[in-house]
């Protein structure tokens, strides 16, 4: 059975910082491109960021600079350490898996909620 759990979500003040996981299962975690999405309450859900299974990197420009993926193979575990957070970025922020080789192979996480309000 597939799992990404998604943790570290919460409510932090403008300019703060968050640290999200995402520990997957069920999968062999290296050979999946992985990524972080986003739903924001009436808007759909869009791409933050990606990190392919030979760890290139990729994100939504409003997000440059402030926010970075990483992948730990060993530990099966998607990260997205969030700087400088807006208002703006206030979502539900979701870990995909996408096999490298198959498009049929996609997984979601239940997603975790960020707020970034004063």
């Known amino acids: 059975q597939v799992q990404l759990v998604e943790s570290g979500g919460g409510l932090v003040q403008p300019g703060e910082s968050l640290r999200l996981s995402c520990a997957a299962s069920?999968?062999?975690?290296?050979?999946?491109?992985m990524g972080w999405y986003r739903q924001a309450p009436g808007k759909q859900r869009e791409l933050v960021a990606t990190c392919t299974s030979d760890g290139t990197t990729n994100y939504v420009d409003s997000v440059k600079g402030r926010f970075t993926i990483s992948r730990d193979n060993a530990k099966n575990t998607l990260y997205l350490q969030m700087n400088s957070l807006r208002p703006e970025d206030t979502a539900v922020y979701y870990c995909?898996?996408?096999?490298?080789?198959?498009?049929?192979?996609?997984?979601w996480g239940q997603g975790t909620q960020v707020t970034v309000s004063s």
């Open positions: 069920g999968i062999i975690f290296s050979a999946y491109h």
């Open positions: 995909n898996a996408n096999h490298r080789l198959s498009r049929r192979l996609i997984y």
